[in-house]
């Protein structure tokens, strides 16, 4: 990947940081995705070869990128084997259950792909810096939580947890794009615009939640998303290059000419289509 000319003169910000206001480019962005799509589709054709299953839980802080990167992985995906759970708030009777047992039935089975857009951190943090739980209820959870995930691990599921990393100074200007967009405004929720003045609090939780739950069958990894384009590309960088060995043999198909001139659509009812408005 060239890089920009901010990070090859070594130009940074007051901070020390490089300047973020370089950010990568739409076209070169497309043009790096695409063979990284390749490979997703190398991989999908892997777990269905195998019946091995993929779970990838994405987690971060509101504006992070969790959906675009999810849908960066997803979008050239077969929707039947591919599939995002973003579960709503738990009902009356889900809240009386054990924590897991409404994500469990969203785990993938043999030949799936399961991306949690959010999953059962949750309960490590909004939940713990919002009040929706007890410090009890949040202990409980992060003890508990390596345990689940190292009998998903050991029964072969191939577990990968990304924590998605951005600065305040983004995620202002995120919501405020959301605010004004109206289609995106869909976005924000109330809880959202709370946790602009809980961002130091949420690195307080975040970092409870890394130190009980950063396992060696069950790692995590942070991933930097001020340049949610350039975060994309890494993580699924970062994924592909820690699946194992995924090439199989595709299927030969054969596609032989028509043998006619092709049919046009024809109704044998009063139905009609709608004409093509230009």
Known sequence: MEKSKNEKSGKSDKSG????????????YYDLLTPLQHELNDVARWLQHTGKRLLVVIE?????????????ISETLNPRQCRTVALAKPSEREATQWYFQRHVPHLPAAGEIVLFDRS????????????????????AFLKQAPVF??????????LFKYWLTVDQDK??????ERLADPLKRWKLSPIDLQAREKYAQYGLARDAMLQATHK???PWVLVDFNDQRLGRLTLIRHLLDHI???????AAFSFPPLGHTPLREQFGTPLKPLVNLR
């Open 17 to 28: 940081k490089p300047d973020k206001s370089d950010k990568l480019g739409k076209s070169a």
């Open 60 to 72: 971060g802080r509101d504006t992070a990128g969790k959906g675009g990167v999810i849908s960066a």
């Open 120 to 139: 059962w951190y949750n309960r490590a943090g909004v939940e713990a810096v919002m009040g929706f739980c007890t410090p009890e209820q949040t202990q």
């Open 149 to 158: 995930e190292e009998l998903l691990v050991d029964d072969g599921i191939l």
């Open 171 to 176: 995620q202002e200007e995120r919501f405020a």
């Open 216 to 218: 060696p069958k069950t």
């Open 244 to 250: 194992p060995e995924r090439k199989v043999p595709e």
